[in-house]
């Protein structure tokens, strides 16, 4: 499969000499504008390499959903940035590949060719998990972007941007993978860590969304197992099977 890559930045001329470069190295470039359009296209289709403009709003908070939340198959992600930007935050969000505006093509070309590397090295990996679908959360009145991680039918686990309370009620929505059709649920957050990610319980379904969710499982032919694993935060898959019978 051919290398790609998403480039994220609102400047023509960073553009001009990025997609310039990676077509010599024969890496195809898709141009996004903001962050919260790079979110969607990150959940729809897997990318060699995220290349992020750090003057875009929310470009730290990009990285690390990339990084933590596509952990199977993350881009690799190339940070933008200028002499006096916010280079700590690159390195922060576990970025090791920085390219500092004003471009020069020399370096920009070096530094693409060693990242190709990398990409060729991550290709031989084994595919992500197709239940990837982007999650609207609803927080204190605001709509709030998150990834799915992992779906069951009595709940979902997501990374969010930024942590989530324990314990709060959640109301949420999303496409399920592969259909078009959209869940609307409110969840309770039983386990959230420092880094964004957490595991709801689905506390209210619409009747349609439940019938939606149930029929997809069903096409899927999902054991009831997979719930406890869903619910459970990392690394603790027999803390409590309780939560499956609740």
Not at 24 to 39: F, H, M, Q
Not at 86 to 91: E, I, M, Y
Not at 94 to 115: H, M, N, R, T
């Amino acid at each position: 499969m051919k290398l790609n890559s998403l480039l994220i930045s609102q400047d023509p001329a960073t553009l001009r000499c990025l997609t310039t470069e990676l077509a010599k190295l024969d890496i195809e470039a898709e141009v996004c504008k903001s962050c919260a359009r790079a979110i969607e296209l990150l959940v729809k289709c897997p990318y060699s390499a995220m290349v992020l403009d750090f003057d875009e709003p929310g470009a730290a908070q990009l990285a690390q959903m990339a990084r933590l939340a596509l952990s199977e198959r993350p881009p690799l992600v190339v940070a933008l940035v200028t002499e006096l930007g916010p280079v700590r935050g690159a390195f922060q969000a576990g970025i090791k590949f920085v390219l500092y505006k004003p471009l020069k093509a020399q370096d920009v070309a070096q530094s693409l060719w060693d990242a190709k590397q990398f990409m060729r090295r991550d290709r031989r990996r084994s595919a992500r998990d197709n239940v990837k679908a982007l999650v609207q959360l609803q927080l204190a009145g605001v709509t709030q972007p998150a990834l799915l991680r992992d779906l069951s039918e009595q709940g979902l686990a997501l990374q969010a941007p930024e942590p989530l309370s324990a314990a709060q009620s959640v109301p949420l929505r999303f496409v399920l993978p592969g259909t078009a059709q959209t869940v609307h649920a409110i969840a309770e957050v039983i386990w959230a860590d420092e880094t964004g990610r957490a595991g709801l319980f689905f506390s209210r379904l619409t009747p349609g969304s439940q019938k939606s969710l149930r029929k997809w499982f069903i096409r899927r032919h999902a054991k009831r197992k997979d719930a406890v694993r869903v619910l459970l935060p990392p690394g603790k898959s027999q803390r409590s099977r309780s939560l499956a019978n609740i």
